[in-house]
């Protein structure tokens, strides 16, 4: 096993714990050099494991750990799909979507839990632009979606 999958799994995160692919869409797209990661909840053994608002019905603390385990998603579908994690040179574009309540402010902190993670498993290559947007909802009922563009060699 590689490096960086090993890192993922010392946090915790089975490589092969990946969410089944959507029959509708695909999950990544890569084309010229770039993957495009598709939005994903936080999934674990087949159930999103957080779901409702942020702050009323889920803890920030629980949101920021619901949006790593998207980010682990991610890397996951991307080794199912593409290949071993040493070939992503560089993640250049993370959007973290938060299922808020309406005067929630930090959805800024609680995306903090998906770079985070990307970061300790990928280096350098793993830090990013961003953006943390709040939402009125999101896929079933989730409390955090997150998506991503890498850089692939």
């Known amino acids: 096993m590689e490096t960086r999958e090993n890192a993922l799994e010392a946090r915790g995160y089975a490589i092969d714990d990946v969410p089944k ?15 495009y990661l598709s939005g994903i909840v936080p999934i674990s053994d087949g159930r999103v494991v957080s779901r409702g608002k942020v702050p009323s019905a889920v803890s920030v603390d629980d949101a920021i750990e619901a949006a790593e385990l998207c980010a682990a998603n991610l890397l996951r579908v991307f080794a199912r799909d593409v290949g071993p994690l040493s070939r992503i040179r560089r993640v250049i574009k993370v959007t973290g979507y938060v299922n808020c309540d309406p005067d929630f402010a930090d959805a800024h902190q609680v995306v903090h839990g998906a770079s985070r993670l990307l970061v300790d498993v990928l280096g350098e290559a793993g ?19 997150v998506e991503m563009i890498v850089a692939v060699e």
């Open 21 to 35: 692919p959507n029959d509708v869409f695909d999950a990544v797209v890569e084309y010229g050099g770039v993957a």
């Open 127 to 145: 830090r990013h632009a961003r953006a943390a947007l709040g939402m009125a909802g999101l896929p079933l009922g989730a409390s955090v979606e």
